[in-house]
């Protein structure tokens, strides 16, 4: 392989995850390419918040601005370009390029996020990332003293009660026609928290809130809905490079975002680190990520070169 012609570190995604990881490694001086499309799971959400300097800026707007930052590094280069396929093995990996020629590598960065699927209830996937989320540190202040709605019948809907408690002025769990069981059922009832057990017919935008209309019983105004998604790998370059998943299929790294592969790393919605019960999905959770793996990279590139 030709290594005048190698970039240090692909990085295979332009979220928060992938954009710090391009600026830690443009300030250390390490030639990287990022690939990047126009897809992100926090499209859907017109203000992000919960992020240090930048609660309730739109997602697009910080991305702008990090990618303005990364582009300022001469080691940093950005191609508007999908990946097909990524091969090979540390010090030569191959990135195929939609309609391209191949790129080459001697590491991978992962920051390529999930893809959420929303429950199917009519009205969801309109109003969600706005006045229907999936994450009350990310959404659950905008529902201060409402009413806020939480729609399942895993025993998740309890903790959530119980987190929304100090923020909502009633919440109503919202069974969709399916059974709890007995220990959800003696939380909330502990919490104090009411069920509309009938399935939901539709979710509809109503002045600033939201109305639920139930099969045989009176709708339930709202003003926010918490609901929980089912959500996957959104590229398949973990099933590509053979790399370790966590029982929900997220791609296990340690704590500097190494995979189980030499010289893959991952950060961002998609890794779950060690500890975890699954991904930490947060703008900000992610940029650390990033940092870290790209840190990563740099550390272990330079210890293979000496002797301790």
């Known amino acids: 392989m030709d290594k005048s012609n190698v970039y240090d570190v692909a990085v295979i995604g332009a979220g928060s995850a992938g954009l710090q990881a391009a600026q830690t490694l443009g ?53 508007e370009a999908g990946v097909t396929r990524i091969s090979g093995e540390l010090d030569d990996f191959v990135i195929e390029v939609a309609g391209e020629e191949p790129v080459r590598a001697r590491r991978v960065l992962l920051a390529t996020g999930v893809r959420d699927t929303l429950p199917d209830v009519p009205g969801i996937e309109e109003n969600f990332g706005d006045l229907v989320a999936h994450c009350p540190f990310c959404h659950g202040h905008e529902y201060a003293g409402t009413r806020v709605g939480i729609l399942g019948s895993a025993p998740h809907v309890a903790a959530m009660a119980s987190m929304l408690g100090p923020i909502a002025a009633e919440i109503v769990v919202l069974s969709n026609g399916e059974d709890l069981d007995e220990a959800t059922v003696a939380n909330l009832e502990r919490l104090g928290v009411p069920v509309a057990a009938q399935p939901v017919r539709v979710v509809r935008r109503e002045g600033d809130g939201l109305v639920v209309e139930l099969d045989g019983a009176e709708p339930i105004a709202l003003g926010g809905m918490l609901v ?49 019960p699954m991904p930490m999905a947060s703008v900000l959770a992610a940029a650390a990520a990033g940092m870290m793996a790209a840190a990563a990279c740099v550390q272990d590139a330079a210890l293979e070169r000496i002797t301790l």
């Open 27 to 79: 300030r250390m001086h390490r030639s990287s390419v990022v690939f990047s499309t126009d897809r992100y799971r926090n499209d859907p959400t017109g203000h992000m918040h919960n992020f240090l300097g930048h609660d309730g800026a739109p997602p697009a707007e910080l991305r702008t601005a990090a990618r303005k930052d990364a582009e300022a590094y001469a080691d940093v280069t950005f191609r």
């Open 228 to 276: 929980k998604t089912d959500w996957e790998q959104s590229t398949p370059f973990a099933d590509q490079l053979d790399l370790e998943r966590s029982a929900m299929d997220a791609v296990i790294v340690d704590a500097f975002g190494r995979t189980s592969v030499p010289g893959v790393y991952a950060a961002g919605d998609m890794a779950q680190g060690p500890g975890l």
